[in-house]
């Protein structure tokens, strides 16, 4: 979406995502003329499954599709093996979210904090959310099946100490979804990341601050 000519702006959903999960007020990006591409992994919305995929499959998906694109530059915004135990276990949340996709939401409204509250109320934003829910499982569960077996894998798939890209990583400081010091130790192992920690801020706080992000992002050149 935007001008073709536009600098190019990649966005890659969490899990589960689609690629209808783009922020709803689009104001920042549109002021600055940006193309935006966004993707999904295997088995979400449109993308067919690729059983037993980690994550460098879908590095080299998003390789291809900006070649395709004639993109060469971009701007990135970012255990056992028991499938049927895990299928089980998917099965109850995943059924819940295709009936009510905010349902989660709701329910952790109460302890969340202040400022995923705030989002959370934002009926732009529940728009936008139950539609890339409901667009994530369009093809089943089995997308957020294979994602989760790849988050619990090994991660020798990806060589984080040769990624040479500039990164800054964004983090609610009050997190409950993800814990700063997960990210913590993510970054870590990035050679060129800096983690930028959001105040007492919960796991929704870049959605509010996205003006904050871009502009970080593009003055890098």
Same mark, same amino acid.
Do not use: C, K
């Given at each position: 979406?935007? /001008?073709?000519?536009?600098?190019?702006?990649?966005?890659?959903?969490?899990?589960?995502?689609?690629?209808?999960?783009?922020?709803?007020?689009?104001?920042?990006?549109?002021?600055?003329?940006?193309?935006?591409?966004?993707?999904?992994?295997?088995?979400?919305? &449109?993308?067919?499954?690729? /059983?037993?995929?980690?994550?460098?499959?879908?590095?080299?998906?998003?390789?291809?599709?900006?070649?395709?694109?004639?993109?060469?530059?971009?701007?990135?915004?970012?255990?056992?093996? @028991?499938?049927?135990?895990?299928?089980?276990?998917?099965?109850?949340?995943?059924?819940?979210?295709?009936?009510?996709?905010?349902?989660?939401?709701?329910?952790?409204?109460?302890? *969340?904090?202040?400022? @995923?509250?705030?989002?959370?109320?934002?009926? =732009? %934003? &529940?728009?936008?959310?139950?539609?890339?829910?409901?667009?994530?499982?369009?093809?089943?569960?089995?997308?957020?099946?294979?994602?989760?077996?790849?988050?619990?894998?090994?991660?020798? @798939?990806?060589?984080?100490?040769?990624? &040479?890209?500039?990164?800054? %990583? %964004?983090?609610?400081?009050? @997190? &409950?979804?993800?814990?700063?010091?997960?990210?913590?130790?993510?970054?870590? =192992?990035? /050679?060129?990341?800096?983690? =930028?920690?959001?105040? *007492?801020?919960?796991?929704?706080? /870049?959605?509010? =601050?996205?003006?904050?992000?871009?502009?970080?992002?593009?003055?890098?050149?």
């Amino acid at each position: 979406m935007g /001008p073709p000519d536009g600098a190019a702006l990649l966005r890659m959903p969490g899990t589960p995502g689609s690629r209808w999960f783009v922020r709803a007020d689009r104001e920042a990006m549109r002021s600055r003329g940006l193309q935006i591409v966004t993707t999904e992994r295997p088995g979400y919305g &449109r993308s067919t499954r690729l /059983p037993g995929r980690r994550f460098a499959e879908h590095g080299d998906d998003v390789a291809r599709i900006l070649d395709h694109l004639a993109i060469d530059r971009v701007h990135a915004l970012v255990r056992d093996g @028991d499938e049927a135990g895990l299928r089980s276990l998917l099965d109850g949340p995943y059924t819940q979210m295709r009936a009510d996709p905010l349902a989660g939401f709701t329910a952790a409204m109460p302890q *969340a904090p202040a400022s @995923d509250q705030a989002v959370m109320t934002d009926p =732009r %934003w &529940r728009a936008m959310q139950t539609r890339g829910l409901r667009a994530a499982f369009a093809a089943g569960i089995d997308g957020w099946i294979d994602e989760t077996l790849a988050i619990f894998a090994d991660w020798t @798939d990806v060589d984080l100490t040769a990624v &040479r890209t500039s990164i800054t %990583w %964004w983090h609610g400081g009050t @997190d &409950r979804n993800t814990p700063v010091s997960a990210a913590q130790r993510l970054v870590d =192992r990035l /050679p060129h990341a800096t983690l =930028r920690t959001l105040g *007492a801020a919960g796991h929704l706080e /870049p959605y509010r =601050r996205e003006e904050e992000i871009l502009a970080e992002l593009l003055a890098r050149g």
